[in-house]
T-cell receptor, first 114, second 111 residues
Framework: ETGVTQTPRHLVMGMTNKKSLKCEQH?????MYWYKQSAKKPLELMFV???????ENNSVPSRFSPECPNSSHLFLHLHTLQPEDSALYLC?????????????FGSGTRLTVV | GEDVEQSLFLSVREGDSSVINCTYT??????LYWYKQEPGAGLQLLTY?????DMKQDQRLTVLLNKKDKHLSLRIADTQTGDSAIYFC???????????FGQGTELSVKP
């Protein structure tokens, strides 16, 4: 374990379902991130939270809705997804937004949309 | 926008050295990173280098930075089968404070 825990590890959902991905860190970090990793593509930054405030939203469709209730927890709420949203969703955290020491990643949630 | 490029595949024999190369575009990047991803896992930070350095060594890993050419490399000495993974180069974007990743280089180590 890296200090960033993601649940569930695997998720299969239908296009009409609603589900949530959870990320938790107890590293005392102040910034948290959601990345999407699709096959043969670079990691795509989706959302950035710093001190529980969303500071970046990289043109992500509204069917993805993040939530950061406190500095240790980050959620990604999913609804009405499309098959092309199937990917590995990675959560990361860093001490602050400048991330000088790098980001610490969780193991990811493998999402399959059927 | 910022871009990070890597070759997609590298194959080496066990015991040889591996060199994974990366080019980036943001000349104001403050930090550059190497991450490793094993199958079914997240990204693990291997090492990073500050932009005012040109070399960093950490056990079997050597990072070389050519800031003029915006070229970063990761050398793994005495490569083992356990080093087989995808290696990602990343730059810390100075303006936005976000990490920009390359596509990753899949390293295959043959016995």
């Amino acid at each position: 374990e890296t200090g960033v825990t993601q649940t569930p590890r695997h998720l299969v959902m239908g296009m009409t379902n609603k589900k949530s991905l959870k990320c938790e860190q107890h590293l005392g970090h102040n910034a948290m991130y959601w990345y999407k990793q699709s096959a043969k593509k670079p990691l795509e930054l989706m959302f950035v939270y710093s001190l529980e405030e969303r500071v970046e939203n990289n043109s992500v469709p509204s069917r993805f809705s993040p939530e950061c209730p406190n500095s240790s927890h980050l959620f990604l709420h999913l609804h009405t997804l499309q098959p092309e949203d199937s990917a590995l969703y990675l959560c990361a955290s860093s001490q602050d937004r400048m991330g000088a020491g790098g980001y610490t990643f969780g193991s990811g949630t493998r999402l399959t949309v059927v | 926008g910022e871009d990070v490029e890597q070759s997609l595949f590298l194959s080496v024999r066990e015991g040889d050295s591996s060199v994974i190369n990366c080019t980036y575009t943001d000349s104001s990047s403050t930090y550059l990173y190497w991450y490793k991803q094993e199958p079914g896992a997240g990204l693990q930070l291997l090492t990073y280098i500050f932009s005012n350095m040109d070399m960093k060594q950490d056990q079997r890993l050597t990072v070389l930075l050519n800031k003029k050419d915006k070229h970063l490399s990761l050398r793994i000495a005495d490569t083992q089968t356990g080093d087989s993974a995808i290696y990602f180069c990343a730059e810390m974007e100075n303006q936005g404070g976000k990490l920009i990743f390359g596509q990753g280089t899949e390293l295959s180590v043959k016995p």
